[in-house]
């Protein structure tokens, strides 16, 4: 099995900033890509931030330029920071792995953060 912990919620104003942080934990895999994903109340799960293994990093737009994913590879953590947040970006964020395990691929979600952003 493989877990991934989310940490670094929380309540901030607007124009304020948070890390995000996500560890993945357990036996045998490689990670091809890790990411984050919101959900505010009432809509459905976006994609916030990806990254792959190479590196490569996409965006969404609402966060492009205001947000930067990375990660620690010896870690197996990946991060977000999030900057000049606005109440737009109060949500549950989640982690996710897409990672290969015991030859199979397979996805893992994190149990969520909550992001507070007051106006």
């Known amino acids: 099995q493989v877990q991934l912990v989310e940490s670094g919620g929380g309540l901030v104003q607007s124009g304020g900033s948070l890390r995000l942080s996500c560890a993945a934990s357990g036996t045998i895999f490689t990670i091809d890509v890790m990411g984050w994903y919101r959900q505010a109340p009432g809509k459905q799960r976006e994609v916030v931030a990806v990254?792959?293994?190479?590196?490569?990093?996409n965006y969404a737009d609402p966060v492009q330029g205001r947000s930067t994913i990375s990660k620690d590879n010896a870690k197996n953590t990946v991060y977000l920071q999030m900057n000049n947040l606005n109440p737009e970006g109060t949500a549950v964020y989640y982690c996710?792995?897409?990672?290969?395990?015991?030859?199979?691929?397979?996805?893992?979600w994190g149990q969520g953060t909550q992001v507070t952003v007051s106006s």
């Open positions: 990254i792959t293994s190479g590196g490569s990093t």
């Open positions: 996710c792995a897409d990672l290969v395990r015991l030859n199979t691929r397979q996805i893992y």
